[in-house]
């Protein structure tokens, strides 16, 4: 047994999150829809006690009969033992050595299918285990359902994105409830050429019967490697919500969403408005689903997927995770709760009362509680070991850096390695507390000091990609000279030196910050003059801002006026 890999999968299990905020958002990009021809999916972590951390399984082989205990993602808690695989594949984050990613939403569902006593397979170790034992998207597919059907599937309704260098999946499932083992689910390809998402809403409607050819079900899984094959369902999906229940009707007009997560007010709000607002940055016909993304006309679903209106490329999906819902009727920067400074964060809860009246803050892609976020790009013209670069950042989206991992590399920076602080273990030396004393600062006065950080994100994440091409190029040279091995060394350390680089550079900034911004002023330091030993920063004072003061006098009338001089 390899006693690194089995320690490393129990400290990662064991440091997960006791606690969950239903908040993750997946874009999904297929190779026709892309700039280059990559492949690529997107995720945030987004939990408050979620703490952002740079996962790592090395590749290795294990001895028959080697058995996995399996530890609750969320929590650490035992689950049970499973048998391993003869050989597991190298995974950094959440994409592996054979440029396979795997990222969810939790939409929860019925709530009488949330419990399952004595099933092993959560959602989180579902992906993990999935992107160990994986060289495509497809047998990721069935390595997931597999497993849920051996050994019981232990959490709520999920939605996944799965990718590798050729095709992007969405995969929805949810369990069976108690005295059932194992979920219901569907995963259908993405057409090439087009886009898809989803965010903590079941979006999979009705789908395509079994035809034996370009849909099939589980007792056919085998047949899922065929490459005609779009669609592919749990084969009582259908049937277990008949009997439930839950569903009345010819089978060609069921839908899994309406069925088992059918979408309400706040799943519309909180939910699908991230898609909508990913969709409407890149078609221009998604206005005429406001009414829907904003809760008012639930009937007026959106699409599970669209044909943008031009090709993404990496740096879009950064972007996409970075939206607030600006240029929308909701943007969080422009209404009260956004005070003085433009703020587009709300603290939770995210609903509240007045008057026995509820209201409803809103929830965007970007959010402070982000754990980690990432791009994963999958190449399928370079060959595994070069073409899989796992874009990674911790905390909020909007604030972070993201960082070229390869998905090959041996080694993850000491910056961002698990061990390395803890959601209640601070240190200086770790890259989510830095990037954390930095978006929260910015948070007090965002419309100033966010600024600084998009100019300085802008240009390392430019000067990344640029690195990133340069060094793919010469490490491709590399493994088709027959030296694969150099080329994985060559892509770790640039990969290392990227992590740890960026949190020394965070460090400074924050310095750098915090000196200028600190006590509410915006100070500039200027030279020191001729005959001067020191002399002072430049400094302004820029207040709260016309608007913000005309709100105060409307509101208070005469109660902060001035009626005699202006004092000291």
């Known amino acids: 047994m390899n006693i690194r890999g089995f320690l490393l999968f129990v400290l990662l299990m064991a440091s997960a999150v006791a606690f969950r905020s239903y908040?993750?958002?997946?874009?999904?990009?297929?190779?026709?829809?892309?700039?280059?021809g990559s492949t690529m999916i997107s995720y945030s972590a987004d939990s408050h006690v979620l703490y952002g951390e740079l996962y790592h399984w090395p590749a290795a082989t294990w001895p028959e009969g080697s058995m996995l205990d399996v530890y609750e993602w969320d929590t650490g808690k035992f689950l049970g033992k499973i048998k391993q695989a003869s050989q597991t594949y190298n995974v950094v984050g959440n994409m592996n050595e054979y440029q396979v990613a795997i990222g969810e939403t939790t939409y929860g569902g019925r709530s009488e299918l949330g419990s399952q006593s004595g099933a092993i397979m959560d959602y989180g170790s579902l992906i993990y285990i999935?992107?160990?034992?994986?060289?495509?998207?497809?047998?990721?597919?069935?390595?997931?359902t597999e497993l849920m059907a051996e050994y019981g599937y232990y959490s709520s309704g999920e939605s996944f994105s799965i990718s590798d260098p050729d095709e992007a999946w969405?995969?929805?499932?949810i369990g069976k409830g108690e005295g059932e083992k194992g979920a219901v689910w569907v995963a259908l390809r993405i057409p090439d050429g087009y886009v898809s998402a989803h965010a903590n809403q079941a979006r999979i409607t009705t789908f395509p019967l079994a035809d034996g050819v370009k849909s099939i079900t589980f007792d056919q899984i085998g047949s899922i490697f065929n490459p005609e094959v779009e669609c592919v369902y749990a084969a009582d999906v259908i049937s277990f919500a008949k009997t439930k229940g839950f569903f009345e009707g010819e089978d060609k007009d069921f839908s899994f969403s309406d069925t088992?997560?059918?979408?309400?007010?706040?799943?519309?709000?909180?939910?699908?408005?991230?898609?909508?607002?990913?969709?409407?940055?890149?078609?221009?016909?998604?206005?005429?689903?406001?009414?829907?993304?904003?809760?008012?006309?639930l009937k007026n679903r959106m699409p599970l997927w669209i044909k943008p209106d031009r090709k993404i490329s990496v740096t879009d999906m950064m972007d996409f995770m970075r939206d607030h819902l600006e240029g929308t009727p909701l943007d969080m920067s422009k209404d009260l709760g956004a005070a003085p400074y433009g703020n587009p964060y709300r603290w939770r809860p995210l609903t509240f009362e007045v008057e026995g009246e509820t209201y409803c803050n809103e929830r965007a892609t970007a959010t402070q509680q982000t754990g980690f976020v990432f791009v994963a790009q999958s190449r399928s013209w370079l060959?595994?070991?070069?073409?899989?670069?796992?874009?990674?950042?911790?905390?909020?989206?909007?604030?972070?850096?993201?960082?070229?991992?390869?998905?090959?590399?041996?080694?993850?920076?000491?910056?961002?390695?698990?061990?390395?602080?803890?959601?209640?273990?601070?240190?200086?030396?770790?890259?989510?507390?830095?990037?954390?004393?930095?978006?929260?600062?910015?948070?007090?006065?965002?419309?100033?000091?966010?600024?600084?950080?998009?100019?300085?994100?802008v240009q390392m994440e430019k000067n990344f990609i640029e690195q990133a091409n340069t060094i793919t190029s010469k490490a491709k040279d590399l493994a088709e000279?027959?030296?694969?091995?150099?080329?994985?060394?060559?892509?770790?350390?640039?990969?290392?030196?990227?992590?740890?680089?960026?949190?020394?550079?965070?460090?400074?900034?924050?310095?750098?910050?915090?000196?200028?911004?600190?006590?509410?002023?915006?100070?500039?330091?200027?030279?020191?003059?001729?005959?001067?030993?020191?002399?002072?920063?430049?400094?302004?004072?820029?207040?709260?801002?016309?608007?913000?003061?005309?709100?105060?006098?409307?509101?208070?009338?005469?109660?902060?006026?001035?009626?005699?001089?202006?004092?000291?």
């Open 23 to 36: 908040g993750c958002t997946n874009f999904l990009i297929t190779k026709g829809a892309s700039t280059d």
């Open 130 to 144: 999935a992107l160990q034992r994986s060289k495509t998207a497809r047998e990721a597919i069935k390595v997931i």
């Open 170 to 173: 969405i995969l929805e499932l």
């Open 260 to 297: 088992y997560a059918p979408v309400d007010f706040g799943g519309a709000r909180f939910c699908e408005v991230r898609v909508w607002a990913m969709f409407r940055s890149i078609n221009a016909e998604m206005d005429k689903y406001y009414d829907y993304a904003s809760g008012h006309n």
């Open 383 to 457: 060959p595994d070991p070069v073409g899989g670069i796992f874009w990674f950042g911790v905390d909020d989206a909007a604030s972070t850096v993201f960082m070229p991992m390869f998905s090959s590399i041996t080694r993850v920076p000491e910056a961002f390695a698990v061990g390395n602080g803890s959601i209640m273990d601070f240190s200086f030396d770790a890259g989510f507390w830095v990037f954390n004393m930095i978006s929260n600062f910015a948070y007090t006065r965002y419309n100033v000091i966010h600024p600084e950080i998009r100019e300085k994100q």
């Open 481 to 568: 000279d027959n030296k694969t091995r150099d080329a994985v060394n060559l892509l770790t350390d640039f990969s290392v030196s990227a992590g740890n680089e960026t949190l020394k550079e965070w460090q400074g900034f924050y310095a750098y910050l915090f000196t200028k911004y600190m006590d509410g002023n915006i100070k500039t330091k200027v030279d020191v003059p001729e005959g001067y030993k020191y002399h002072t920063p430049t400094v302004e004072q820029p207040g709260y801002g016309a608007e913000w003061y005309k709100r105060i006098v409307d509101e208070t009338g005469d109660h902060f006026k001035m009626t005699g001089g202006a004092g000291h």
